[in-house]
């Protein structure tokens, strides 16, 4: 309080404890939040082999099998997400002139492939319209992670078409689902964060896709945000460092 030179030692490194005592917070309750998210698909394992072990004859090995891949890709995607989180701001993101258009097209494919996996038999896949074209100066590996999470969410919500449109230095992705209320577009950034509405994480997400593209886009010098698509489902929008 006197201004003196222990005052101007002590201001920083009280600044310097609080920003660990908060990083140490949320670590502590990304663990907490990690492990009862990674109890679900596990706990749905271990019920399914001690039904199949105590009924061998109710439970067919086909019935088995179908059970146990759904918990297991379930269980894949949150682990994969758990690492790229995990690593985030553990290493230099490269910087090059990247094709944006090049790489949506390169996304695109692989997130329909993985829709029409999760979806009931008989469950058309939306359609996906790619337009526009443009650049970024990113890393095309992290920056290729943040728009698929943006498709994947955009596909799982979607009642029938997904528009990516691509100009310089960003990415659109429109879907016609059912959208995001105002008041819930930024919660739905916090991890594990579940809606009440028909776009929770149930519907095949673990509940990361939204924090990971925003934390890659943010960690590339560029930000994803979520708007109202004029026909009320949810325009997400993905920017990215380019030179004018």
Not at 162 to 168: A, K, T
């Amino acid at each position: 309080a006197g201004g003196d030179e222990l005052g101007a030692l002590a201001r920083p490194l009280n600044d310097m404890l609080d920003r660990l005592e908060s990083s140490a917070a949320r670590q502590r309750a990304f663990v907490a939040d990690a492990a009862h998210e990674l109890r679900s698909p596990v706990a749905a394992l271990r019920v399914s082999v001690e039904i199949a072990q105590e009924h061998p004859e109710a439970y067919t090995s086909a019935e088995l099998a179908d059970d146990l891949a759904t918990e297991v890709q379930r269980l894949d995607r949150l682990v994969d997400d758990l690492l790229v989180l995990a690593r985030l701001g553990a290493t230099t993101a490269r910087r090059e002139t990247v094709d944006l258009r090049g790489l949506v097209d390169g996304v695109v494919p692989g997130s329909v492939l993985a829709a029409g996996a999760s979806r009931p038999a008989g469950s058309p896949v939306p359609r996906v319209e790619t337009t526009g074209a443009g650049a970024a100066e990113t890393d095309p590996s992290a920056a290729g992670r943040a728009v698929r999470n943006l498709v994947d969410n955009a596909l799982r919500h979607a009642s029938s078409r997904v528009l990516v449109q691509v100009s310089d230095g960003e990415v659109v992705v429109v879907d016609d689902g059912p959208g995001i209320a105002a008041a819930d577009r930024e919660r739905v950034f916090e991890r594990f964060t579940r809606l009440e509405d028909g776009r929770q994480r149930d519907a095949g997400g673990s509940g990361l896709g939204l924090s990971i593209a925003r934390e890659v886009a943010r960690e590339l010098g560029g930000d994803v945000r979520l708007d109202e698509a004029p026909g009320g489902g949810v325009r997400a929008t993905v920017s990215l460092p380019h030179e004018a």
